[in-house]
């Protein structure tokens, strides 16, 4: 069965510095999503993306976040500037159309900030 | 926006006793509701939907709307089944589907 695939499955960084966290969506899926998982939190919704654009994003997605769909197989989400709560696990997931479908999950990016 | 009430934090049980966990709904009509379960260190998997109305690894699941519930259930516990379980609705739809999760309760079962 297809997975999504996710790199690195841990990212140590310091803080302020910049990191990009890579998922490879199922290939024939169209939406994308990154959800965040602060550690003995629930999963959070962080931003949707469609047709190469954001579709939906929330309040956790300011400025200092961005995603890119650079080369039509990877789904990328940057951080430009980490702060220390940002650190979690980051899941990416992804699904083939919206009607009665469950999302599909990477095994996801632990990410420590220093 | 849609909510997602999962009450219980934590549950513990023993092997082969029943186990339920719940989860309430913000009403709206017809929803769709998931069970995800997420096992130790692995991904987020999809349990079960109430559309299907099957049973997976034993677990049951059914839409009670006039209680706004969609409780999880297992007659027989077994230790493989400790894992975080989470309930899970779509928010919106079209190009702005996006699902939106309870806080999880942790499953425990002791042996």
């Known amino acids: 069965e297809p997975e999504v695939t996710q790199t690195p499955s841990h990212q140590v960084t310091q803080m302020g510095q910049e990191v990009i966290l890579r998922c490879v969506p199922i290939?024939?899926?169209?939406?994308f999503y990154w959800y965040r998982q602060i550690l003995g939190q629930k999963v959070e919704f962080l931003v949707s993306f469609y047709n190469n654009e954001i579709s939906e994003k929330s309040e956790i997605f300011d400025d200092q976040f961005s995603v890119e769909r650079p080369d039509g197989s990877n789904f990328t989400l940057k951080i430009r500037s980490t702060k220390l709560e940002d650190s979690a696990m980051y899941f990416c997931?992804?699904?083939?159309?919206?009607?009665?479908?469950?999302?599909?999950f990477g095994n996801g990016t632990r990410l420590t900030v220093t | 926006a849609q909510r997602v009430t999962q009450p219980e934090k934590l549950l513990s049980v023993f092997k082969g006793a029943p186990v339920e966990l719940k989860c309430n709904y913000s009403?709206?009509?017809?929803?769709?509701l998931f069970w995800y379960v997420q096992y130790s260190r692995q991904r987020l998997q999809l349990l079960l939907r109430?559309?299907s109305r099957e049973s997976i690894k034993g677990f049951t699941a059914d839409l009670n709307k006039g209680e706004t519930s969609f409780h999880l259930k297992k007659p027989f516990a077994q230790e493989e089944d400790s894992a975080m379980y989470y309930c899970?609705?779509?928010?919106?739809?079209?190009?702005?589907?996006?699902?939106?999760f309870g806080k999880g309760t942790l499953l425990t079962v002791n042996p």
């Open positions: 109430h559309i």
């Open positions: 290939s024939n899926h169209l939406y």
């Open positions: 899970a609705r779509p928010n919106s739809g079209g190009s702005n589907y996006k699902l939106t």
């Open positions: 997931a992804s699904i083939s159309r919206v009607t009665d479908s469950p999302l599909h």
């Open positions: 009403y709206s009509g017809s929803p769709e």
